[in-house]
Nanobody, 126 residues
Framework: QVQLVESGGGSVQAGGSLTLSCAAS????????VAWFRQAPGKEREAVAS???????AYSDSVKGRFTISKDNPSKNLSLQMNSLHPADTAIYSC????????????????????WGQGTQVTVSS
């Protein structure tokens, strides 16, 4: 069974940075795909970034150049470094996983993932 637990959320002023972590257990060595999604109040869940077991990454246009997704290979733990944060980045951020590799386009779709964490709140004030 895959379990995902997020941490690192909080409040920050616009222009600031935060790093989110997702402790992953139950993922075998290969293949797998993990990702970050976010959901703001009253809005649909949207992709942030994904990374495949081989290190292939994908980013949504709204965060490209500001956010960096990474993973630790032995532990499969996931991180999201968020820089130059905007108030529009305010949302609940959740990590997700699936036990096989996805195409880049499918890796940014929430319906591609089976396992989800509970989420962590990120609030960016102006």
């Amino acid at each position: 069974q895959v379990q995902l637990v997020e941490s690192g959320g909080g409040s920050v002023q616009a222009g600031g940075s935060l790093t989110l972590s997702c402790a992953a257990s139950g993922l075998s060595n290969t293949p797998y795909h993990v990702a970050w999604f976010r959901q703001a109040p009253g809005k649909e869940r949207e992709a942030v970034a994904s990374i495949r077991h081989d290190g292939t990454t994908a980013y949504s246009d709204s965060v490209k150049g500001r956010f960096t997704i990474s993973k630790d290979n032995p532990s499969k733990n996931l991180s999201l470094q968020m820089n130059s944060l905007h108030p529009a980045d305010t949302a609940i951020y959740s990590c997700a996983a699936v036990k096989y590799g996805l195409t880049i386009s499918r890796s940014l779709r929430p319906d591609s993932y089976i396992y989800w964490g509970q989420g962590t709140q990120v609030t960016v004030s102006s």
